[in-house]
């Protein structure tokens, strides 16, 4: 079983279409073209050679992390076989003995898997953002920087809002919406690889025996093929899996959205902590309580019913609200001290 179906797709667009119609949408989309621009890019469509120049000549020096995966991994950055580890190693390097290593490596059938993922731009490369720019406004984004040879990225989420733009190379992006969290097998919270958790299957050889519900999962997937120049939007939530088919691949993203004042996914950990195991009836009382509190349609708010002054953390955000209810609200999470028995001397 294969996913058949695209994301959709558009050209370019300017600030004003992408306010309108792309940063509001609920969907991924495709923008073919919209950084064919880039000296980054055209410099990659020249040769590898030129573009490697063009980076090492603005490369700050500063080190970055690499992943170093044996070539068995086949690119596939993942657990170890013990789930008590992973399957690489990570260093630290210049960008620019990064992009000589890779150059080396080219010729190689099965050469060891490297990849700098994440590297702001600002701190490593230093005219790479006044040189490429987007022509619209990502609030609070910054430009990250993904350099590596054929690698493959398991399926995760992000909390922000993302914009991926493919320098060179060629990236397969296979995405599913936020709803199929419960088909697509979800690993540690406390153990991940970089950061979200991510899905136990691989997309690509699914082991339907060991993870049956991923077949639910297919239909509703989608593949986005990007080369040089083109980018791709995906909304906050949506399931991703990266895959770099080149021998030498660069990327950049954006992440951006309102940060939070306190971590969903550290209120997702302590709900489970919390809840998950107590009795039934106990757990549907508190399914009614975060139905109510949290889950509200948004016509109307638990608290509107108070006194403004009275609302407390039931009133709506600010950052007063935030920075006065972030410390109880911490306080709240600790594990609570059993009581103590006292008896008589």
């Known amino acids: ?145 993904w350099v590596g040879n054929r690698t493959h990225v398991s399926t995760h989420f992000d909390e922000a809002s993302n914009v991926a733009v493919v320098v060179a190379g060629r990236r397969r992006f296979t995405l599913f919406p936020p709803e199929q969290v419960g088909n697509l097998y979800v690993g540690p919270f406390h153990h991940t690889i970089a950061g979200p958790p991510v899905s136990m299957v691989d997309v690509e050889n699914p082991d339907l025996e060991r993870y049956p519900k991923y077949a639910e999962a297919i239909p509703h997937g989608v593949v986005a093929d990007l080369d040089p120049g083109d980018a791709l939007f995906i909304p906050p939530f949506w399931w991703h899996n990266v895959k770099a088919s080149a021998a030498f691949n660069v990327m950049v993203n954006y992440w951006w959205g309102e940060p939070h004042a306190i971590s969903p996914m550290g209120a997702l950990s302590h709900a489970i902590l919390a809840i998950r195991d107590l009795p039934p009836a106990q757990r549907v009382a508190w399914r009614r309580w975060f139905d109510h509190y949290v889950f509200d349609d948004g016509a109307s708010h638990a608290g509107d019913h108070l006194p403004t002054h009275a609302r407390g953390v039931l009133a709506p955000p600010s950052e007063m609200r935030n920075a006065h209810f972030t410390s109880q609200i911490a306080e709240g999470l600790s594990p609570q001290p059993a009581p103590v028995s006292r008896k008589p001397s």
């Not at 279409?17 to 980054?40: M, N, Y």
């Not at 290593?101 to 898997?113: F, Q």
């Open 1 to 145: 079983m294969t996913i058949q179906a695209s994301v959709d797709e558009s050209g370019p667009v300017d600030a004003a279409r992408f306010a309108d119609e792309i940063a509001t949408r609920s969907q991924p989309i495709v923008l073919r073209g919209q950084a064919e621009r880039w000296p980054a890019v055209m410099a990659g469509l020249r040769s590898t050679e030129t573009l490697v120049d063009y980076m090492k000549a603005m490369d700050r020096g500063r080190p970055a992390e690499v992943l170093i995966g044996p070539p068995e991994i086949e690119g596939r950055f993942f657990y170890d076989p013990t789930m008590r580890g992973c399957n690489f190693q990570k260093r630290f390097g210049s960008l620019s003995g990064l992009l000589d290593k890779l150059l080396s490596l080219r010729s190689e059938a099965e050469p060891v898997a490297l990849y700098a993922g994440a590297a702001a731009a600002d701190d490593h490369l230093s005219a790479w953002i006044e040189d490429n720019l987007l022509p619209f406004v990502l609030p609070n984004a910054k430009p990250r920087i």
